[in-house]
């Protein structure tokens, strides 16, 4: 894709005070570069251009990665949800390389590319694993060489950056916008900018002109370019590879906290001074995770990779968890949030099994419908509400948890419902289902299975309520375990068991 047509940009419009009603229809997004809540509007009206910061993938992705490409999953799922087409490149770091990488491999005999290989492939699984829809592109750093090559060049075309012994540099003195995003003041900067930094990550009081490219050390990865064999700063990455895949303006940007500086603010001041456009128009970023009230750290040891939290809490529970706080909120992973979460999705599922009971069974309209049809007008309505301020993805979860509860009051009290207003439910809670666990609904929240597997099910059940109208309970609670066993939950009431096939662990009855 070449470079997008010049046209005017059209700025956002500030929104300080969003009431409910216009929230319904339009949606407001948190800017960290105005740190202002304002309008969403593309910028281009064929479609949304995200970009995203993916992995470094010289490790697994912890939980803390994890809430933060779920929170991506979300931004892109909700705008397709409101009609939007997306275009979203998120790229793959597999140039990094730090002391720890070496000192790894040596100890390891594997090669760095070996590395990097089988850890995008776990990055990618693992992703999947927690119903992450894959990007319009993943956009693997090696594979762009010659397009950060060529910003590089443009950049010393243009003055704005110098070689020197160990490399290419980008001198921040020559673009006066320097620290607009982090908030660092660039007038104190002209005077303590004299050094410059090799390091892809420092902090705010060793701010200096950043490497664009350096030359390789011994034994380190390198690339061909024309200032010798070296690598890319990671900064000039993102640049390059937003660039060439979505052109030189894009609507959204943005990765963790941590991201903010310097990797943003250097992203921000290379591309702009490269094109002489504004680069991204809504940045966003995802707080920290905490982890059992402190921050997750491998040198502590107080870390956890989302494959050890998939594997012992199952990936609905994890997603749900970590979409259970407000994106720009610090969160802690617990044990309580966890079980929370559990209990959520054991409802949702009553429900949904529920609603797919009485639709399949034909229920006649029953005198009670109204009661909870008059709420279910509410509950798409105020998923929009919560989702177009900001995202508010906690909200939008309780607002529909305290529609699943009414409806399961209404069936304990009730017993029945029409199966035409189970058919009015079903659709609202598979949309909005769609975008808070993506993929997970249909694999983990509402599976189905083959006909056959059904049809064994229905018969176990129907010999299992045979024993039970004969008074034999412990045989028929044999059958219920073997049901339990292989992931089915039974419920009784009065028209009959209610089954579903469970991701999570059956509870034992109270
Ligand atoms: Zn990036």
New binding site residues.
């Given amino acids: 894709m070449g470079s997008l047509t010049p046209k005017p940009v059209r700025r956002p419009t500030s929104t300080q005070n969003s009431d409910p009603e216009s929230l319904l229809t339009k949606l407001v997004i948190y800017n960290s570069l105005s740190k202002e809540k304002e309008d969403f509007i593309p910028f281009q009206d064929d479609g949304v251009r995200i970009?995203?910061?993916?992995l470094t993938v010289n490790y697994l992705m912890h939980i803390g990665h994890a809430r933060c490409y779920i929170f991506w999953d979300i931004v892109d799922r909700y705008l397709r949800y409101l009609g939007f087409k997306v275009k979203h490149v998120s790229?793959i770091?597999d140039i990094s390389v730090d002391d720890n990488i070496l000192k790894r491999l040596s100890e390891t005999n594997e090669s760095f590319q070996r590395l990097v290989t089988r850890h995008t492939q776990d990055y990618i699984e693992d992703r999947r694993c927690l119903g992450i829809a894959d990007p319009y592109i993943y956009s693997i750093a090696t594979q762009h060489i010659h397009e950060m090559v060529e910003l590089v060049e443009q950049l010393l075309d243009r003055g704005h950056a110098y070689i020197a012994d160990d490399g290419v540099y980008f001198r921040i003195s020559t673009y006066t916008k320097y620290g607009q995003l982090s908030g660092i003041d660039p007038r104190s900067l002209r005077t303590g900018a004299s050094g410059r930094i090799t390091k892809d990550e420092y902090d705010k009081e060793t701010v200096g002109d950043f490497a664009l490219w350096k030359r390789a050390s011994p034994d380190e990865p390198y690339w061909h370019s024309p200032w010798g064999p070296g690598r890319p700063g990671?900064?000039i990455?993102?640049s390059a590879m937003s660039m060439k895949y979505l052109g030189e303006t894009i609507d959204i940007?943005g990765?963790g906290e941590d991201?903010i500086f310097p990797?943003?603010e250097n992203?921000i001041a290379q591309s702009e001074a490269a094109t002489g456009k504004p680069y991204v128009r809504f940045w966003m970023h995802v707080r920290h995770l905490m982890l059992n009230g402190e921050r997750m750290s491998k040198s502590t040891g107080n870390f956890i990779t989302a494959r050890e939290a998939i594997t012992k809490y199952g990936a609905s529970v994890v997603r749900l968890s970590l979409l259970s706080s407000h994106y720009r909120k610090q969160m802690d992973f617990t044990r309580t949030l966890v079980a929370e979460a559990e209990g959520k999705i054991r409802q949702l599922q009553h429900t949904i099994a529920s609603l797919r009971f009485f639709f399949e069974k034909k229920t006649p309209t029953q005198t009670t419908d109204g009661l909870i049809s008059e709420k279910v007008e509410n509950v798409e309505k105020q998923f929009r509400t919560a989702m177009n301020d900001d995202f508010n993805t906690p909200l939008a979860i309780t607002q529909l948890l305290q529609f699943i509860n009414s409806f399961n009051q209404h069936l304990d009290k009730y017993h029945k419902v029409g199966s035409q207003l189970a058919r009015k439910i079903l659709p609202i809670i598979e949309r909005i289902s769609a975008v808070i666990f993506g993929e997970l609904y249909e694999k983990e929240l509402a599976p189905l299975y083959n006909p056959d597997t059904r049809q064994l099910i229905e018969f176990m059940l129907a010999k299992r309520e045979k024993l039970r109208q004969e008074r034999k309970f412990s045989q028929a609670d044999v059958l219920r375990r073997i049901l339990n066993e292989s992931s089915i939950a039974v419920i009784d009431t009065p028209n009959g068991p209610i089954w579903w096939k469970t991701a999570l662990p059956v509870l034992k009855e109270a």
């Fill in positions: 970009y995203t910061c993916g790229n770091t990671w900064h990455e993102c940007s990765g991201n990797h943003h992203s």
